[in-house]
């Protein structure tokens, strides 16, 4: 198990963590690496990395859907969205290893999804390797 950290620098931001991923299974032949962020307010997921646009259209749509300040709880931190957001898109995720590669689509790229920051942020990556 291998645990990283992120410092965040706004409310709300997606950040590539692809390749500090990728440095971690270079050393796995085959397998699945789960990575897991404990936290309710940030999460991760698997989107497209190439265009920026992506994680902006996704934070838009969730801000109309999610607005901020109308929630019971938000009278104690004031961050119920954060957490309604974390809820739908998930903590963890699950990626095939093989050769020391993520198995990854050509666009894709994992992201970690802050909805309450600027913080610091954990992220947890456990490894599954297959023995042959």
Same mark, same amino acid.
């Given at each position: ?56 259209? /996704?934070? %838009?749509?969730? *801000?109309?859907? !999610?607005?901020? #300040? @109308?929630?019971?709880?938000? +009278?104690?931190? &004031? ?9 739908? /898109?998930? %903590?963890?995720? *699950?990626?095939? !290893?093989?050769? #020391? @590669?993520?198995?990854?689509? +050509?666009?894709? &790229? ?21 023995? @042959?």
């Amino acid at each position: 198990m291998v645990e990283l950290t992120i410092k965040t620098s706004k409310r709300e931001e997606f950040i590539d963590i692809t390749n500090l991923v990728e440095r971690r299974v270079r050393e796995i032949d085959e397998g699945l690496v789960c990575i897991f962020v404990p936290h309710t307010t940030a999460c991760v997921t698997i989107n497209e990395k190439a265009d920026p646009n992506i994680s902006i259209d /996704i934070n %838009n749509f969730l *801000n109309r859907t !999610v607005p901020r #300040g @109308k929630w019971l709880h938000d +009278v104690v931190d &004031g961050n119920t969205d954060a957490h309604i957001k974390t809820s739908l /898109i998930g %903590n963890s995720i *699950n990626i095939p !290893v093989k050769n #020391g @590669k993520l198995q990854l689509g +050509v666009w894709q &790229g994992i992201f970690l999804c802050e909805f309450d920051g600027p913080r610091e942020r954990k992220i947890i990556l456990n490894f599954i390797e297959i023995k @042959k």
